[in-house]
Nanobody, 126 residues
């Protein structure tokens, strides 16, 4: 069983930065497709950024391109989301997710992921 734990959320002013971390335990996550999603109040959970199998490809939602960067540290079994130039509309609970099945392309739908963290709140004030 894989457990994912997010951290790094908080309150930041518009234009600021945060780095989210997703630590995994139970199995190395080096090859598994992993992604970040977010969910604002009253909204569906939406894809933010992700890796395909073995980090071969990355993809970003149009709304975060050029501002967010997904990365991983295999030695630490951790995936990161660096968020720069934050906007109030980035306010949401951010979740990391892991898919245990191979995929050559980045998967952007929630039902394709098998393991989820508990989420970390990001609030951007204007």
């Amino acid at each position: 069983q894989i457990q994912l734990v997010e951290s790094g959320g908080g309150l930041v002013q518009a234009g600021g930065s945060l780095r989210l971390s997703c630590g995994a335990s139970g199995r190395t996550v080096r090859n598994y497709p992993t992604a970040w999603f977010r969910q604002a109040p009253g909204m569906e959970r939406q894809f933010v950024a992700g890796f395909a199998w073995a980090g071969s490809n990355t993809m970003y939602a149009d709304s975060v391109k050029g501002r967010f960067t997904i990365s991983r540290d295999n030695a630490q079994n951790t995936v990161y989301l660096q968020m720069n130039s934050l906007k109030p509309e980035d306010t949401a609970v951010y979740y990391c997710a892991l898919r245990k099945i191979y995929s050559a392309a980045v998967v952007t739908t929630t039902d394709e992921y098998d393991f989820w963290g508990q989420g970390t709140q990001v609030t951007v004030s204007s």
